[in-house]
């Protein structure tokens, strides 16, 4: 009975740590959306390893344990390939988009209230005239607190960084004052894909 005991001791302590690594490992880099970095890379991976040895070693454990006809427990096995399956078939980067929209809809809104107001005046950095600095008060509404800013037919166009900024690849929110559907002359690059969240915004993937 002891022997058992330790074994489903040894299950607990591999599958539930390693599987919540590789969650929050995978949750980090949807929620930064950060890849061109050697350090969030190796913790991705590290995380998938984690993951990956301890999960096949309590799997040989069980079977062992049942050969032997010995006590097993598989709820902690069963908990870590039910996170496997999460990480590997649900929509997380879906569901990580929306979360952010949903949940900083309503700074972003008051930012883009206080612009076209003309309450904020908005300071220009590089590389080029579209991109402005994000004041103090309103940082959490874009990635690295920068915007893009262009003058539409019809009204100010705004885009808001979700990932980390790469000149020809991007992707994020963007307020449409007239509502039109984005368009490839937007920002000066070229769509990839785009869907509507609400009126006035969309999510946009720039390439």
């Known amino acids: 009975?002891?022997?058992?005991?330790?074994?489903?001791?040894l299950l607990s302590r591999l599958c539930v740590p390693a599987a919540?690594?590789?969650l929050a490992s995978r949750l980090f880099m949807l929620e930064t959306l950060r890849w061109e970095s050697l350090y969030d890379k190796l913790f991705m991976a590290v995380g998938f390893l984690a993951f990956g040895v301890t999960t096949c070693l309590?799997?040989?454990i069980l079977i062992i344990q049942l050969f032997r006809r010995r006590p097993i427990e598989p709820g902690p096995l069963l908990f870590a390939l039910a996170i496997g399956l999460i990480i590997q078939f649900a929509p997380l980067n879906d569901i990580m988009i929306d979360y952010d929209f949903l949940t900083r809809l309503?700074?972003?809104?008051r930012f883009v209230e206080?612009?076209?107001s003309k309450k904020l005046q908005l300071v220009?950095?590089?590389p080029g005239d579209d991109a402005f600095l994000v004041p103090?008060?309103?940082?959490a509404v874009s990635n690295r607190e920068i915007i893009l800013m262009q003058s539409g037919a019809k009204g100010p166009i705004l885009f808001f960084f979700l990932?980390?900024?790469?000149l020809d690849n991007f992707s994020g929110f963007m307020y449409r004052s007239d509502d039109s559907e984005p368009q490839d002359k937007d920002f000066y690059a070229k769509i990839r894909s785009y869907s509507r969240l609400a009126p006035h915004w969309f999510f946009v993937c720039f390439i």
């Open 1 to 9: 009975m002891s022997e058992g005991k330790g074994a489903a001791r």
């Open 20 to 22: 919540l690594l590789f």
């Open 58 to 60: 309590a799997i040989v």
């Open 106 to 109: 309503p700074e972003r809104t």
């Open 114 to 116: 206080d612009v076209l």
């Open 124 to 126: 220009n950095v590089p």
């Open 136 to 139: 103090q008060q309103f940082k």
């Open 163 to 166: 990932d980390s900024w790469i």
